[in-house]
Structures are given as C-alpha cells and as structure tokens.
C-alpha cells in the first residue's frame, strides 16, 4: 500500500478491543453511525477467517479496513477510481473498476469490495474482474447497503438482494461461503429516523439522532430486540455482507 506509514484511521476505528464507526463527524456522521456499525462488525467477525496472503482493496478510498486486515495478510494493494471523493494518498493502482483492471490472473489471495458494488454502473464486469484476479480457493469479501438513503450522488446506482448477490457470484463462478443480513427493520428505522431529525432539526436533531441510534443498537443486544432484528431482516435488511470463494 503506498504511503502505509502515514495512514491514519478514518471510517473505521477499534475501541474496547472491536471495530466500530469513527465518532468524528468528519468520517462518519452522526446519522450513519448505526448503519457503519453494522458493517464493522461484520468485517470485525469474519476477516480473522478469510483475510490472508496478498490482499486487493478495491474501491478502497482512505483504506478504513486497512487497521483490522493488516496483521492479517502479507501485503495490501490498493485500487480506486481517481475521482473517488475521498482521495488518492494510498492508491497503488488508479483506474475505473467497471471496466477490465490492469492486473494479472490470480494475483490475490483475498479481494475486499466495500460499500463499493452500488456505485458502479456495470456491476457484472467487476464480478468476473474478481474471480479472475483470485487465486484459487481465494476469498472475495464485501458488503452492499439495501434499505438505505442515496449517497455520493450522483454515483449511486442499485441497491441489491440477497437473490442478486448469489446471482452475481455463480455467474463468475464464484462459490457463496457466507450471505449475512446486516440488520433488520429496528436499524433500518432508526436509521431513517436519525438522518431526517438530522435534516430538518440540525442542531437539536444531532443529539436526537445519536440518542436513537445508540437506543436501537441497544435493543438489538436483548433478546427479545435480538429476534425482532433477525425476523425482520428477512423482509427489510439494511443491508448484506457475503464471503466468496474461487473454487480450487
């Protein structure tokens, strides 16, 4: 990864021994700290198993998985488009993902695509870019938002199914090891409930928002809130994270 001594966290951060959201608003903000969390700690539970040997971040801004995979894998390569808004500091390798990537066949043991998939025009191409550049048995790592308000507009695109996510992965021959809900309709309300108090009462709607969310993630931890979310996420996921394997 280019310039790795000087990265800094940004969406990503460790706190009590676990991958949460950054609190400063200039990362994250107040109103998508719920739906970050959800992320991180999918990323938090399943990088310990599939992270390994030469990884490829793609879409990878300012690298916020880089702190929870580095210890993991041999070496980082990083891969954005070169008008990403968040910059270009750690990019090895810019060029436009929709298309064919300049990178031999099975180059990487792992692939990390991030809140990525939705901005890209022409998904499929990707799909194929990735299972080519996999080593065999090699794991391809992302996550997608579903419930979820549009952002970095206009480059928002699709919103995906677990349906189409499976679709996805068998027609670039690519086997699904794990297909995760993040969230059910508990986060999905709140987070639409954060980020309109957010919109139409700035100053009082940011305590508001954080008080909502901190009370959603809560309730998510008993039981009984613990099988709401799962029950409902069937119908209203706020999103998906899936591991996928090149076959040997």
Request: some cysteine; glycine content about 8%; proline content about 5%.
């Amino acid at each position: 990864m280019k310039n790795a001594d000087r990265w800094q966290p940004s969406k990503f951060v460790f706190r009590g021994g676990r991958l949460r959201a950054s609190r400063d608003r200039r990362e994250v903000s107040i109103g998508s700290r719920l739906a970050a969390d959800l992320v991180a700690a999918q990323y938090d539970r399943h990088l310990k198993e599939h992270a390994r040997g030469r990884l490829a971040d793609l879409g990878c801004g300012k690298v916020p998985l880089y702190e929870a995979y580095r210890a993991l894998v041999a070496e980082t390569f990083c891969i954005d488009w070169q008008n990403s808004l968040h910059g270009g500091e750690y990019l090895d390798l810019a060029c436009d993902l929709s298309g064919p990537l300049p990178l031999p066949d099975q180059a990487f043991d792992t692939v990390i695509l991030s809140d990525v998939l939705e901005h890209l025009p022409e998904p499929q191409a990707l799909w194929h870019e990735n299972a080519r550049i996999l080593c065999k048995d090699g794991r391809l790592l992302l996550n997608v938002p579903f419930l979820y308000g549009l952002h970095e507009v206009p480059h928002d695109y699709y919103r995906y199914s677990e349906f189409a996510l499976r679709r996805f992965a068998a027609g670039a021959g690519l086997e699904v090891l794990l297909l995760e809900r993040t969230g059910g309709a508990p986060q999905v309300l709140a987070d639409i409930a954060a980020k309109m108090l957010l919109l139409y009462f700035p100053r009082a709607g940011a305590w508001a928002a954080d008080a909502l969310q901190r009370a959603a993630a809560l309730f998510a931890r008993t039981r009984v809130g613990g099988r709401i979310s799962a029950a409902t996420a069937a119908q209203f996921p706020a999103g998906y994270f899936l591991v996928a394997r090149k076959p040997a």
